[in-house]
């Protein structure tokens, strides 16, 4: 099987034999003895799904007599963990496995190695290709790959020859037309309402063996030329020419389409016997075994990138191309996939795509970045969402409250309509705020600074009039990019954010990277932490990659070049990070200085208090510090041992606690006696009543997202300070749990604006 020519033999032995006219298990039997012999292997079986079962249907190698009786269900033993993963298996030792089910029918008992594969058809798992040695053994990269391809052939042949009851996969109960409410993962926040439309479904290959290796190698040359075409086309058009994030993602997707490996392995497909629309199949099954299961981020989002293109390629080079963003939308829409590419998103008329429902999707994918930036709300992680959703239905998309109403009651209906006409005067009440000072009743000031991180964010400074931007995080550049942000591109995306502040300052915080923020071109030592939130990441990792750091240091140095540059340094747990870091900006800034390079004229520096120890080493650190930012994401986690991302501990993960509250009064002390300017940001502050809890123990800064910037000024311009801070300290000192009851009820008394 190693032999290209002998892979194409196979193939179209294989071909011929379920073509010809013959007994239906007759053909099976000699498939089987074809593979045993291309793979040399002591047993090969075939197991195909019939009435819901795993039945055991041909095999050359096991007892004859365990045809048509041995029979599994998904799930049980090897083959149904193969066909409920729709993964394969290489297994040295089989009884090693946890599933293994032994089956004395078979004679299995003689043979130790196995590895199997799903045979996949319109993606449901209609069967299992296993083969096995008596001798323990690892089947080799290139043996499962081989088996795969089979595997892919066999699921046509199959199908054609109506050996398999595709409906058992994965039974499909009759449509419900009743209203249903889905719940999701906000991933792009707002509210949309559109008819439901299908993005196209994978194509289905109904011809895998090809008949002339040249004529399919000339399909493919044409299918590429033609999807690079597409893709610069997209590059250029108007509303992304400029400038901005997307200019990395869509590069970086260039990049994939450009990869002549890729190229390489399925003109390998092809010389192997697969027509070209296959070979590209093959390769992407490959793919997805390799990424689909990584534990890198990056990685798992890049495969879905790759999936992107192999679709584009096949729907080109098959001829069906007919996508819903090519029929055009009509009507306001609601876009309805598993996933979806960045370019496959930029096909989709804005005027009328409303808003994106995904069945699986990230926060860090391409296409959630992308959406942002064009302001379309996005809904991922829907379970089920293409078995409750028919093309047509009404849909109702409310990512900020995570849900997805589908088929709505009338009530629904109304009640939505309602909130969206709700946000829309609370946004106007807002837009009247918006050039007034955030002034308490009692003349205390407080400064509302928004977070950013993308170039799509930089408008949201005058339409909130923020007093500047309290957090940048630099590491989205890093995050969407493939390889490392080049300086050049580095200096113009931060020169750009301070001349979108226009005099207003801009804390930049150093690329917080690493841990569960994993990019390609960092050495993580392929190491899986257990805990990454408090792993190697954040300065730790800078420290450690010292270049990483001064590169990014001299861009930022020389895009502030004139001017006043804020920098703060992300997780520093003990004052000597602190000064290791700033060393070596300011290393960076003499060999400027030395070289008469334009720079900042200034330089001040900060930290970012996320970790719990630092609080109490604060006396050494805050003489060196020109101001102090609380982190409250990461620290009431680190303090409530509660993880954030856990739903079963969010009732623990409170910012009202007693505890959290007298450990960031000690912080906000501490700097205040030092004369050091401190700040919160993160969600805590966005929110207004636990941002009235942060005023009242002190905090006069907050860095918070753009939207927040309106509810909060209202609330700030609704409260007297003065008594909640008396009442906070006794609240305080007092045994308990939450303050939350007690704020509420004297927000209520006050008559502060808290919605």
Same mark, same amino acid.
């Given at each position: 099987?190693?032999?290209?020519? =002998?892979?194409?033999?196979?193939?179209?032995?294989?071909?011929?034999?379920?073509?010809?006219?013959?007994?239906?298990?007759?053909?099976?039997?000699?498939?089987?003895?074809?593979?045993?012999?291309?793979?040399?292997?002591?047993?090969?079986?075939?197991?195909?799904?019939?009435?819901?079962?795993?039945?055991?249907?041909?095999?050359?190698?096991?007892?004859?007599?365990?045809?048509?009786?041995?029979?599994?269900?998904?799930?049980?033993?090897?083959?149904? #963990? *193969?066909?409920?993963?729709?993964?394969?298996?290489?297994?040295?030792?089989?009884?090693?496995?946890?599933?293994?089910?032994?089956?004395?029918?078979?004679?299995?008992?003689?043979?130790?190695?196995?590895?199997?594969?799903?045979?996949?058809?319109?993606?449901?798992?209609?069967?299992?290709?296993?083969?096995?040695?008596?001798?323990?053994?690892?089947?080799?990269?290139?043996?499962?790959?081989?088996?795969?391809?089979?595997?892919?052939?066999?699921?046509?042949?199959?199908?054609?020859?109506?050996?398999?009851?595709?409906?058992?996969?994965?039974?499909?109960?009759?449509?419900?037309?009743?209203?249903?409410?889905?719940?999701?993962?906000?991933?792009?926040?707002?509210?949309?309402?559109?008819?439901?439309?299908?993005?196209?479904?994978?194509?289905?290959?109904?011809?895998?063996?090809?008949?002339?290796?040249?004529?399919?190698?000339?399909?493919?040359?044409?299918?590429?030329?033609?999807?690079?075409?597409?893709?610069?086309?997209?590059? =250029?058009?108007?509303?992304?020419?400029?400038?901005?994030?997307?200019?990395?993602?869509?590069?970086?997707?260039?990049?994939?389409?450009?990869?002549?490996?890729?190229?390489?392995?399925?003109?390998?497909?092809?010389?192997?016997?697969?027509?070209?629309?296959?070979?590209?199949?093959?390769?992407?099954?490959?793919?997805?075994?390799?990424?689909?299961?990584?534990?890198?981020?990056?990685?798992?989002?890049?495969?879905?990138?790759?999936?992107?293109?192999?679709?584009?390629?096949?729907?080109?080079? =098959?001829?069906?191309?007919?996508?819903?963003?090519?029929?055009?939308?009509?009507?306001?829409?609601?876009?309805?996939?598993?996933?979806?590419?960045?370019?496959?998103?930029?096909?989709?008329?804005?005027?009328?795509?409303?808003?994106?429902?995904?069945?699986?999707?990230?926060?860090?994918?391409?296409?959630?970045?992308?959406?942002?930036?064009?302001?379309?709300?996005?809904?991922?992680?829907?379970?089920?969402?293409?078995?409750?959703?028919?093309?047509?239905?009404?849909?109702?998309?409310?990512?900020?409250?995570?849900?997805?109403?589908?088929?709505?009651?009338?009530?629904?209906?109304?009640?939505?309509?309602?909130?969206?006409?709700?946000?829309?005067?609370?946004?106007?009440?807002?837009?009247?705020?918006?050039?007034?000072?955030?002034?308490?009743?009692?003349?205390?000031?407080?400064?509302?600074?928004?977070?950013?991180?993308?170039?799509?964010?930089?408008?949201?400074?005058? *339409?909130?009039?923020?007093?500047?931007?309290?957090?940048?995080?630099?590491?989205?550049?890093?995050?969407? =990019?493939?390889?490392?942000?080049?300086?050049?591109?580095?200096?113009?995306?931060?020169?750009?954010?301070?001349?979108?502040?226009?005099?207003?300052?801009?804390?930049?915080?150093?690329?917080?990277?690493?841990?569960?923020?994993?990019?390609?071109?960092?050495?993580?030592?392929?190491?899986?932490?257990?805990?990454?939130?408090?792993?190697?990441?954040?300065?730790?990792?800078?420290?450690?990659?010292?270049?990483?750091?001064?590169?990014?240091?001299?861009?930022?140095?020389?895009?502030?070049?004139?001017?006043?540059?804020?920098?703060?340094?992300?997780?520093?747990?003990?004052?000597?990070?602190?000064?290791?870091?700033? #060393? *070596?900006?300011?290393?960076?800034?003499?060999?400027?200085a030395a070289a008469g390079i334009p720079h900042a004229t200034d330089v001040r520096f900060g930290a970012m208090l996320e970790v719990p120890a630092l609080a109490f080493v604060l006396d050494e650190l805050l003489p060196r510090l020109d101001f102090l930012s609380i982190g409250t994401n990461d620290l009431t986690q680190f303090l409530l041992a509660a993880d954030r991302g856990n739903p079963r501990l969010a009732d623990r993960y409170d910012w009202l606690a007693r505890g959290l509250l007298r450990y960031l009064k000690l912080v906000v002390d501490q700097a205040r006696a030092a004369g050091v300017p401190v700040s919160v940001c993160g969600e805590m502050g966005g929110r207004p009543l636990e941002a009235l809890a942060l005023m009242a123990i002190g905090v006069e800064r907050l860095s918070i997202t753009p939207a927040a910037i309106g509810p909060v000024k209202a609330m700030v311009r609704s409260a007297s300070l003065a008594p909640l801070r008396a009442k906070m300290a006794d609240w305080l000192e007092t045994p308990g749990a939450s303050i939350r009851p007690l704020l509420l009820a004297e927000a209520a008394a006050q008559g502060i604006l808290l919605d």
């Amino acid at each position: 099987m190693a032999a290209t020519g =002998s892979a194409r033999e196979l193939l179209r032995r294989l071909h011929d034999v379920m073509a010809a006219r013959q007994s239906t298990q007759s053909k099976l039997d000699q498939v089987v003895a074809l593979i045993a012999g291309a793979l040399e292997s002591e047993v090969a079986s075939i197991y195909l799904l019939r009435d819901g079962m795993l039945e055991l249907s041909a095999t050359r190698g096991l007892k004859q007599q365990a045809v048509h009786v041995t029979r599994l269900a998904f799930g049980q033993g090897l083959v149904g #963990t *193969i066909a409920e993963t729709r993964m394969p298996l290489n297994l040295a030792e089989a009884s090693s496995h946890p599933r293994f089910a032994y089956r004395p029918e078979t004679g299995e008992e003689r043979f130790h190695s196995f590895a199997g594969v799903p045979i996949i058809r319109r993606e449901s798992c209609v069967g299992v290709l296993a083969v096995q040695h008596m001798q323990p053994r690892d089947y080799d990269e290139i043996e499962i790959e081989a088996l795969q391809t089979v595997a892919m052939v066999l699921a046509e042949l199959i199908a054609a020859a109506g050996l398999v009851d595709p409906e058992s996969a994965a039974p499909r109960p009759p449509r419900d037309p009743s209203p249903v409410r889905m719940a999701g993962l906000k991933l792009v926040d707002g509210m949309a309402r559109g008819q439901a439309v299908f993005h196209q479904p994978r194509v289905v290959i109904t011809n895998t063996v090809a008949d002339d290796a040249d004529a399919e190698r000339a399909r493919l040359k044409a299918a590429f030329a033609r999807m690079r075409e597409e893709i610069d086309q997209m590059v =250029s058009r108007a509303d992304f020419a400029g400038p901005g994030d997307h200019e990395e993602i869509l590069e970086t997707y260039k990049m994939f389409a450009l990869d002549e490996g890729w190229a390489r392995r399925i003109n390998d497909g092809i010389d192997g016997g697969l027509t070209a629309e296959a070979a590209v199949e093959a390769v992407a099954q490959a793919q997805r075994i390799k990424l689909g299961s990584a534990s890198d981020p990056y990685l798992r989002e890049r495969l879905h990138d790759l999936e992107d293109l192999s679709n584009r390629l096949i729907r080109i080079v =098959s001829g069906q191309s007919d996508t819903a963003a090519k029929r055009g939308l009509s009507q306001d829409s609601i876009l309805i996939a598993r996933n979806l590419g960045p370019a496959e998103l930029l096909e989709y008329d804005r005027r009328y795509l409303k808003g994106v429902a995904l069945e699986e999707g990230s926060l860090t994918a391409h296409v959630t970045i992308l959406a942002r930036a064009m302001g379309i709300p996005v809904l991922g992680r829907v379970r089920g969402l293409r078995d409750a959703v028919a093309e047509g239905d009404p849909l109702l998309l409310d990512s900020s409250a995570g849900a997805l109403f589908v088929r709505p009651a009338q009530a629904v209906l109304s009640s939505f309509e309602e909130r969206t006409a709700l946000r829309l005067a609370k946004q106007a009440e807002f837009e009247q705020l918006k050039d007034l000072p955030a002034t308490s009743l009692d003349g205390v000031q407080v400064k509302l600074m928004m977070n950013a991180g993308l170039r799509s964010d930089l408008p949201a400074l005058d *339409i909130t009039n923020a007093d500047g931007i309290g957090l940048f995080r630099t590491e989205f550049q890093f995050l969407v =990019s493939a390889t490392l942000p080049r300086k050049g591109r580095q200096v113009a995306l931060y020169r750009d954010v301070l001349q979108a502040a226009a005099g207003r300052p801009v804390i930049f915080r150093t690329v917080d990277i690493g841990g569960d923020k994993a990019v390609p071109y960092v050495d993580s030592r392929g190491e899986r932490e257990e805990n990454p939130a408090m792993g190697w990441r954040a300065i730790r990792l800078a420290l450690a990659r010292s270049g990483l750091l001064a590169a990014q240091a001299s861009a930022l140095l020389e895009a502030a070049a004139g001017q006043t540059l804020h920098l703060m340094f992300p997780m520093v747990a003990e004052p000597w990070e602190y000064e290791e870091a700033r #060393t *070596i900006v300011e290393m960076r800034q003499a060999r400027l200085a030395a070289a008469g390079i334009p720079h900042a004229t200034d330089v001040r520096f900060g930290a970012m208090l996320e970790v719990p120890a630092l609080a109490f080493v604060l006396d050494e650190l805050l003489p060196r510090l020109d101001f102090l930012s609380i982190g409250t994401n990461d620290l009431t986690q680190f303090l409530l041992a509660a993880d954030r991302g856990n739903p079963r501990l969010a009732d623990r993960y409170d910012w009202l606690a007693r505890g959290l509250l007298r450990y960031l009064k000690l912080v906000v002390d501490q700097a205040r006696a030092a004369g050091v300017p401190v700040s919160v940001c993160g969600e805590m502050g966005g929110r207004p009543l636990e941002a009235l809890a942060l005023m009242a123990i002190g905090v006069e800064r907050l860095s918070i997202t753009p939207a927040a910037i309106g509810p909060v000024k209202a609330m700030v311009r609704s409260a007297s300070l003065a008594p909640l801070r008396a009442k906070m300290a006794d609240w305080l000192e007092t045994p308990g749990a939450s303050i939350r009851p007690l704020l509420l009820a004297e927000a209520a008394a006050q008559g502060i604006l808290l919605d």
